[in-house]
Structures are given as C-alpha cells and as structure tokens.
C-alpha cells in the first residue's frame, strides 16, 4: 500500500497562476482532508469531505476550492495564487473505523512558494 | 484564538532521559486528544491518542495524561531515544464536529546523544 499520495513534492508559482494538488489514498478511506502548515501555526483544515460527493469547508477555506473526484481522490485547487498561501499543503484520510480514534493518515506534503 | 496551544517552540533532552511536552486547550467540549510527529520532508504520523474519559494512556515508551479541569495534557518519553527527534503536535476533536481535528503550533524535540 502506498497509504496517501501527494503531487507534486514542490511547486512554485507567480502570483495570479492557478494550480491544483492531486491527493489519492489507497485505504480504502471515506474521509478526506487538505491541511496547510505554516511556522508557528500548525497545521490548519482547509476543506474536508465526509464521503464521495460531499466537501466542507474548514477553518482556512478562502481562496481554495477542492473536488473530490472519487472515493481515491481529492484534490485542492488555487484559482489566482497569492502569496499569503505559500505554505507546505498536507492531505490526510481516514475511515469509518478509525473515526471512533479520529486518527488521519497523512500524505509527505506539497511545499507551495507564491512569488 | 487558537484553541490548542504548545507553549514550548522547542525541547532539547539527553538521551535516555525523560522528555515531557505539554499542551494546553480552551475548549471544554474537546473530548478527544491525539500526538502527532512529524519528521522534516514527512506528514505527521499518528503516535497516541486519549479519550476524554480517561487520564491516562500508556503505548511503550510513550504516555498520554490528561487534567481536564486544567484543560492540560502532556507526552512522556522514557527513556527518549535520537530517533524520537522530531516535532510533536497536539491535537484535539470534538465528537459533534465529526473527525476534524485542531492542531497546536508544534513542539521541536531534540535528543542529544
């Protein structure tokens, strides 16, 4: 199992640029997450979905909008990158079972410069 | 307001000796708590978890204690190792909000060999 997945590893954009950030998980998992980490701030939710066909928004949801293609997928979008979401962009996933531990497993993370 | 706070950036322990990283909350309705470590380059992997029911969980090397009335928890390692290097997050849930979990800022752990 590769567990989560993330692509790219690096990606550095202009301001203005859009671009999306694949997730996939081969888990098995209903529950997906996108995070972003910033110094001194830990980790912060940006959308989740609950289950295929559904996503919420999270504490950080302006300026991001995710599709979760199917029960692998999810992915996390910047229409007009600022550089206010330079950051480093974690996914994570979790199933039914684990939901009673509420433990995530998390992908290595995309580290996103906004120029 | 952030409701999951570690208040040390960083903790620098001897090798087989105890290292405590705490972590504090301001909301009461938590009722589940989770330690994360994150090395540099990699997502954080889950490491112990405590239910809001207990004050105490044991994995290893590794406890959990948790003072509700003081809204407190803290990680022990005995006896810390190099490898435990890391940055440790605490996190908190709360059942009616589902599996969304609250991050504190982190805690540098460094173990001198």
């Known amino acids: 199992n590769a567990g989560v997945t993330q692509t790219p590893k690096f990606q550095v954009l202009k301001t203005g640029q859009s671009m999306t950030l694949q997730c996939a998980q081969d888990m098995n998992h209903n529950s997906m997450y996108w995070y972003r980490q910033d110094p001194g701030m830990g980790l912060r939710l940006i959308y989740y979905s609950a289950s295929e066909g559904t996503t919420d928004k999270g504490e950080v949801p302006n300026g991001y909008n995710v599709s979760r293609l199917n029960k692998r997928e999810f992915s996390l979008r910047l229409e007009s990158a600022a550089p206010s979401q330079t950051s480093v962009y974690f996914c994570a996933s979790t199933s039914e079972v684990l939901a009673y531990t509420y433990e995530q497993y998390f992908g290595p993370g995309t580290r996103l410069t906004v120029t | ?113």
Not at chain 2, 15 to 36: A, H, K, P, Q, V
Not at chain 2, 80 to 103: H, I, M, R, T, W
């Open chain 2, 1 to 113: 307001d952030q409701q999951v706070k570690q208040n040390s950036p960083s903790l620098s322990v001897q090798e087989g000796r105890i290292s405590i990283l705490n972590c504090d909350y301001t909301n009461s309705m938590f009722d589940y708590f989770l330690w994360y470590k994150k090395y540099p380059a990699e997502g954080p992997t889950f490491l112990i978890s405590i239910s809001s029911i207990k004050d105490k969980n044991e994995d290893g090397r590794f406890t959990v204690f948790l003072n509700k009335s003081a809204k407190h928890l803290s990680l022990h390692i005995v006896p810390s190792q190099p490898g435990d290097s890391a940055v440790y997050f605490c996190a908190a849930s709360e059942e009616e909000y589902g599996n969304k979990l609250v991050f504190g800022a982190g805690t540098i752990l460094r173990v001198k060999s």
